[in-house]
């Protein structure tokens, strides 16, 4: 089935045609690349250069209008809606800028999210949560609540959630816009270490400094991919 | 599944004071109904208890008012031994005879019902001292009485008991009796009802016959029947025997008439009481409904969270659903609760102490009411705000604000 078994990640002639009315707006024109195992990628573009939309697409948020995606060897460009959830909480973590963790619920309760829709028993979440908590470094604040913690800490939080169910891929986006510079490298410090241990990490962003933590960056404008080159490489 | 619950009510305890102002209206609403339920229980419990009063084998019998001749119609001596002989299951048959009178107990001077009665008792009524008017008394049409605790206490204010006033006399005009008996308290009031069915002073009827109705004819007759006999074919019989007898029309009446009518009027009360309460609960849905469907709209990113982390739409629509139902739940069951509770104060409060008999609290039909309030209400007014939460769009709800 799959026959390059160390791409986790495979695109090609990947586009997405928004209906806006009578005007139609092509965010992605036809991308095609793949990301190993392991690798640690940078999505970077301008606002409007589609690397949201192709942000949402990888995470199966949203399905391409035409070309291929395949994620872990699964071809997931023709899945329906509830097979793409089921994608999504079985191969793929999400981390927001906006951290997104749900409010009035303790840091415990958030990361166990996942395991609870995956119908695992409250006492493995529980354990299985901490676990991840303790991992990037917040195992004592596990029962605050998300306005009890700081902006660094939830988002170390957000990060416990979206590796508690061992993902094939984690997919940030613009992990450390709503963070302070010192917070920050304390976050991407956490990238290394999980990038370190084996974890496929992508990265949306347009800063500069977070992209090149990064091992390899993909430049996107308007629609496709510029240059996909290894970080440090000139621009 | 129990996970989802857990889920459902840590959500809503969260919000308690939105989730306790959400489900006030049916709570209103249930309690209406079902303290309704609970007082016409106590309702019908104490008509019951008011017949068990008097002996509920009797039936009367009168010439109907809406015929020409009502001096062929009307009834005389002779029909009370026709109808003792010819009619199977008789105990005894007797004249109406009752009239208010002015009873004199020497210091006291009363107005009470005064009335005749055979040896057989119409009254259930307890013996508090001496004895009954006996077979012997009424044959004789003997100047004897029994009396009532109510004429007891009116007459004799002062007595130190019933026996005390065994053998002395009263008078009612210029005729004198001698009391043999006097009857205990009744736990029913029926005065209290706006109606009476026994009688303060009771003498034998031949002696009421003798002393008050000489000449004239009755207005009708009482009969009694014996305890297994069966009073609609007895009924029946009677007023066949004296249409043939007179040639002329009769109707009868027992207590199980009144008793049915009464509780016919409180079957419509419960009635109207109930659409009205439905009205309610629809209103107290629709607010339910308000509710979670704003509920829906303000969690909209935290519903684009959970669908991004791999929550599938029935997974979504069922937290949501659930929600609903512990909603409705809990209001109908604090409902169900308050309205026992007021039902309870207004059987026990009120209606029992008029009639002295408490009415059990109908629990299957008040559960049955609760629970069939919180499916419905659910199933209408759930499902559409956790289709709206299912059906929602993962980025365009992770991009609300």
């Known amino acids: 089935m799959n026959d390059r078994p160390n791409v986790v990640i495979d695109v090609a002639n990947l586009t997405k045609t928004y209906a806006s009315g009578e005007l139609q707006v092509q965010a992605l024109r036809g991308l095609t690349f793949s990301i190993n195992r392991g690798e640690y990628v940078s999505i970077m573009g301008p606002s409007g250069s589609g690397k949201s939309t192709l942000m949402n697409v990888l995470g199966c948020l949203d399905r391409a209008t035409t070309g291929t995606y395949k994620l872990d060897g699964i071809d997931v460009s023709q899945l329906d809606d509830n097979q793409l959830a089921e994608i999504r909480l079985k191969k793929l973590g999400f981390v927001f800028q906006g951290f997104n963790l749900l409010a009035r619920t303790d840091a415990l309760r958030n990361v166990t999210l996942p395991l609870f829709y995956a119908g695992m028993p409250a006492k493995e979440r529980e354990r299985l949560a901490l676990e991840r908590l303790t991992e990037v470094g917040i195992g004592a604040r596990a029962r605050h609540k998300p306005t009890e913690l700081s902006g660094g800490e939830q988002q170390r939080v957000a990060i416990a959630r979206a590796l508690v169910n061992d993902p094939a891929v984690l997919l940030a986006d613009e992990p450390t816009g709503n963070l302070d510079s010192r917070t920050s490298s304390e976050i991407l410090a956490l990238f290394d270490r999980l990038s370190d241990t084996g974890r496929t990490i992508i990265v949306v962003t347009h800063d500069e400094g977070v992209a090149k933590r990064s091992r390899r960056i993909l430049r996107m404008l308007d629609g496709v991919i510029m240059s996909d080159a290894p970080a440090g490489a000139p621009a | ?401």
Request: aromatic share 10%; net charge positive.
């Open chain 2, 1 to 401: 599944m129990l996970a989802y619950f857990i889920e459902a009510a840590r959500v809503l305890l969260a919000n308690r004071t939105r989730s306790i102002l959400t489900i006030i209206g049916l709570i209103v609403g249930v309690a209406t109904i079902v303290s309704v339920q609970v007082a016409a229980q106590g309702m019908a419990g104490a008509v019951s208890g008011i017949f068990k009063g008097t002996n509920a084998n009797t039936f009367f019998v009168f010439p109907k008012s809406t015929q020409g001749n009502t001096v062929r119609a009307a009834l005389k001596l002779s029909d009370l031994a026709l109808v003792q002989q010819d009619v199977p299951g008789v105990a005894s048959v007797i004249p109406f005879s009752r009239r208010q009178s002015i009873v004199d107990a020497g210091h006291q001077r009363v107005r009470l019902r005064f009335g005749g009665e055979s040896d057989k008792r119409f009254s259930t009524s307890p013996l508090a001292a001496g004895r009954t008017l006996d077979a012997d008394n009424v044959a004789r049409a003997a100047p004897v009485c029994v009396i009532s605790d109510n004429a007891l206490t009116r007459l004799f204010p002062n007595a130190a008991s019933p026996d005390s006033v065994i053998g002395t006399s009263i008078y009612v005009g210029s005729r004198r009796y001698v009391i043999v008996g006097v009857l205990g308290k009744t736990k029913i009031d029926t005065a209290a009802l706006g109606f009476d069915i026994s009688n303060d002073v009771a003498i034998p009827w031949t002696t009421f016959y003798n002393d008050y109705q000489r000449g004239s004819s009755f207005f009708g007759i009482s009969v009694l029947a014996n305890q297994s006999a069966d009073l609609k074919t007895m009924e029946k019989q009677t007023q066949a025997l004296l249409t043939r007898t007179h040639g002329s029309q009769y109707q009868y009446f027992d207590f199980g008439f009144f008793a049915q009518t009464i509780n016919g009027f409180f079957a419509i009360v419960g009635l109207i009481v109930g659409a009205v309460g439905a009205i309610s609960l629809v209103v107290a849905g629709i607010g339910i409904m308000n509710i979670m469907l704003v509920s829906v709209t303000e969690r909209t990113r935290e519903i684009g969270i959970r669908k991004a982390i791999g929550a599938r739409r029935s997974q979504v629509l069922l937290q949501f659903f659930i929600e609903s139902l512990l909603l409705s739940a809990f209001g109908c069951m604090t409902g169900m609760l308050l309205g026992v509770g007021l039902g309870a104060i207004v059987d026990r409060g009120f209606i029992a102490r008029i009639s002295g008999v408490t009415g059990g609290i109908p629990w299957l039909e008040v559960i049955i009411i609760a629970v069939g309030f919180a499916t419905i209400v659910t199933l209408v007014f759930g499902t559409y705000p956790a289709y709206r939460a299912a059906r929602l769009d993962p980025i365009q709800a992770l991009r609300y604000e």
